[in-house]
Structures are given as structure tokens and as C-alpha cells.
């Protein structure tokens, strides 16, 4: 488990490396939701997406021995370019395993950080090719969320949203393998003692919401646009965290996470990849039941090429 110590020990060795990013408000979204609304715009994060507060306070948090030995991370794009760019900055050498279909803006803002990127064919399970590259040359794995470290780092976001706003009813928070949501909910609750925190997931990929139905872990075979929120089940540590902190979980289809995508680009100017959106897609869709109140949402991150934003949002899904 971790503590809203954890949190702020991490906001500490992100200050002044990390981005303070902006919040965005939208009156046409408040209009909308009925609710004050606040968006942590994490777009505007380096490396593109909130996952650099994880990675780097993970890599900030190994003994130099360690850092000088390097690190190795397995990941489809955001905390592929995350770890790869905290690296860089701490001097360790960093290899990515990445899936040989990930997207190409991905595979190439990852080489361009410096790391060398070792793709597999995605049929295999990354885990384990990046648990025999990290043994084979005895390097530090980096987990995507399923880490302290990473967890805290994450909660960030929401500790910097309360800070920038105050306190707030309501925090809606994207949810893949459960890291964000785990630090989120972790700073929200310590900080806002009366916050519900509400998860969203793409419909296609719902493991934490049939999890915490089951209470146990369940695993899916995700089928989602969001390729960033495909995780199969949920994280071994994430998974208690988000199951004694997290009100609910809310799911959105992939042509409601368009939609948001749109709505972004065309109120607030803000491109977004659709995992990115995913919490505004519940928001937009809510029917009023956040009506009267602050609500916090995080918008995760912006690493979508242009070919494919266009694609998405000029094609029949966006109405």
C-alpha cells in the first residue's frame, strides 16, 4: 500500500523537473455536465502523458548502483517514452520493449529519447520478454504500474490538481493496469477526506470494473481504441489500493471516447490520444449526475500522430 507520504515524497523529486501542467475549464463542458469542472491537462506533461511522473520517480528512487546498471521497461507507447526520457536525464541506459505493432509515433518519439527499443511480436507477453532482457543483461525492470514508486509518482497529478484548485467532490481518473488511479485516489482521499473518486474504462477493456464487482482479479481480452488502457487484468498492487479507495468504476465505449477526443480539439484546442480522453468521455455522457459539484478529470496524455487523430475524429464514430 501506499500513503499520501508517498505521494508527496515523490512530488518532491519531480519539482522542477516534471511539469506543473496546466488545469483547462470549458463552460460549454460545465454547461453540459452541470458541474464546475476542472481538467488536469497532462497532455502538456513531458514525454506527452502523465506516466514521466511515475517513471521518474521510480528511476529517482533506485541507489546509484542500480541507475548506472540501467533499466528496462515493456510498454505499447507512454511509459515506453516515459521511462526512455527519464533515463536520459538521470544518465542510465534504458532498453524499451515494445510490441511491433505499436503506433509508429510511439515507437519513434521512444528511439528519439535515446533508449534502445527491442520489439517483439505481440502475440508473446511483453512481461516476459522484458523479464528475460532485464536477466539476460541485468538491468532494473521498470513495471508499467504495478510498482510504489510508479504509483506514487502517478498520484501526483492529483495532488498538483487539488493544489491548484482546492478541494473537490468528485475526481474522475482514467484507469489501464490501475497505477494512476492508485497514487490519484491515494493523494484525493488523504487530502479531501468527503472525495469520491471514480474510475473510468473503455467497455472494451473493463477489468477493474468486473474485478471490483467480483472482488477478486478478473482478466478480459481487451478490444478498445484506447491502446493505452489495455490492460488484460488488474495489477497485483494496484488492485487492493483501488479496491478499498475507489467509489466506482464507469465505463465508455470507444465511439463516446471519440466523441471527447472531438470535443477537446474543438472547445479547448487540446488533441488528445483516446486514452487520454476516456474520463471526459464519461463526463460528457453523465446525464447531470455530477450536477452541483467540483469535479477533478484528468485528460492522461496527447501521443497520437496526426494521421491517426484524423483518422478517428473525421470517420463515422464522431457524430
Known sequence: MIGLSDVSA??????????????????????????????????FQRSGSFKFRGAY????????????????????????????LAARLLGARAVIVMPDDSAAAKLAATAGYGAEVVTHDPRRRREDVAARVAARRGLQLVRPYDDPAVMAGQGTVALELIEQVGDLDDLLVCVGGGGLIAGCSTAATGLCPGARVVGVEPSGADDTFRSLRAGRRVAVAPRTIADGLRAPVPGRLTFPVNRRLVDEVVRVDDDRIVEAMGFLFDRLKLVTEPSGACAVAALL?????????????????????????CELTRGPRLR
Not at 512530488?11 to 460549454?28: F, W
Open 10 to 43: 515523490a512530488a518532491r523529486r519531480l519539482d522542477g523537473v516534471a511539469h506543473r501542467t496546466p488545469v483547462l475549464t470549458s463552460r460549454t463542458l460545465d454547461a453540459i455536465s452541470g458541474a464546475t469542472v476542472w481538467l488536469k491537462a497532462e497532455p
Open 57 to 84: 520517480n521510480k528511476l529517482a528512487s533506485l541507489t546509484p548502483a542500480r541507475l548506472r546498471a540501467g533499466v528496462v521497461a515493456y510498454s505499447s507507447g507512454n511509459h515506453a517514452q516515459a521511462v526512455a
Open 285 to 309: 455522457g453523465s446525464g447531470g449526475r455530477f450536477a452541483g459539484r467540483r469535479v477533478g478529470v484528468t485528460v492522461t496524455g496527447g501521443n497520437v500522430g496526426p494521421a491517426r487523430f
